[in-house]
């Protein structure tokens, strides 16, 4: 028996990758019977049949489990926005920080087309502009600038994926799929079944499977542009806000939420530039949604 990592399931049979191959696994029946459900990400037992082929014997209860895209056991999450063109929502960035946090997974934030944002900053027209990663850096994030052109940053990235699993989220067109790419420097696995390029033809990513790349498993995933939050307690939101915590237990009232009562210091310290106005006003927004949501439940 070995252990492996589920890649995908495809067309009723599972890709598990085991001592550096891709195994085309069936199910042992008793999994079948209990229409178990496996997901990528999952830590299996196969037991080899042939060179390529293996039955799944067995499964690791899961870590975690992100369901945006659907994956268990995700270690860390890039979370990709280009720097221009999409211009990045950031609004859905401090959404998605949030839900892999909630989730018990490390976000890596990636901006994208670095490349493109030094054409326009260069250019003699237009004033460079501060771009956003520092306002994260501050808060303890870590941020990566790449450009997928011309693999500024791309090595430093890859680094980080060894021995990991790792999901790209973001929404479409700011290049996760180019920087999954770029990042696997061309070398990936395959199998008869595991066509990266038939997948790559279109621009647009469709399904949801994890492929071997530069040492760890990467999942490229569909863009999105919408995103709720996780089900949580209105006096839980400030919790997710890393760069409150030096603040929020000094507002006159300790059921402060931040919003529209008086002296409050968050809000003072957003006043005075030490919070970011865009960050504090993402905050009342999903405060307002997070009460909304609990009174449906
Ligand atoms: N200049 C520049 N263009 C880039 C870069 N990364 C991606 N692009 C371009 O941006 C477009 C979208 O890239 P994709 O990699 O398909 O974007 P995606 O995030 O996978 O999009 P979805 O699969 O729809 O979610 C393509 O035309 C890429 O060539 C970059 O670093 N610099
Ligand atoms: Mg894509
Ligand atoms: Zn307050």
Partial sequence: MIEGVLLKGYGGFYYVYAEDRVWECSLRGRFRIKDQDFLPGDRVRILPESNTKARIEGAEPRLNFLSRPSIANVDQALLVFAMTSPKPDLNLLDRLLI??????????IVFTKLDNYNAETLSPDSKPQPFVSDIYRRIGYTVFEVSNKTGTGIAELRNRLE????????????????????????????????????????????????????????????????????????????????????????????????????????????????????????????????????RRY
Avoid: W
């Fill in 99 to 108: 839900q892999v946090t909630y989730s018990g997974i490390e976000p890596i």
């Fill in 163 to 294: 021995e990991k699993i790792s999901v790209l989220a973001g929404p479409s067109g700011v290049g996760k799929s180019s920087l999954f790419n770029a990042l696997s420097e061309g070398k990936q696995l395959k199998t008869g079944e595991i066509s990266q390029k038939s997948q790559r033809g279109r621009h647009t990513t469709r399904h949801v499977e994890l492929m071997v790349c530069a040492g760890g498993l990467v999942a490229d995933t569909p863009g999105f542009s919408s995103l709720f939050l996780p089900k949580m307690k209105r006096e839980d939101l400030a919790g997710y806000f890393p760069e409150f915590e030096e603040y929020r237990h000094k507002c006159r009232f300790s059921s402060c939420l931040h919003d529209k009562e008086p002296d409050c210091s968050i809000k003072a310290a957003q006043e005075n530039g030490e919070i970011s106005r865009t960050r504090y006003e993402h905050y009342r927004d999903f405060l307002q949604e997070v009460i909304a949501a609990e």
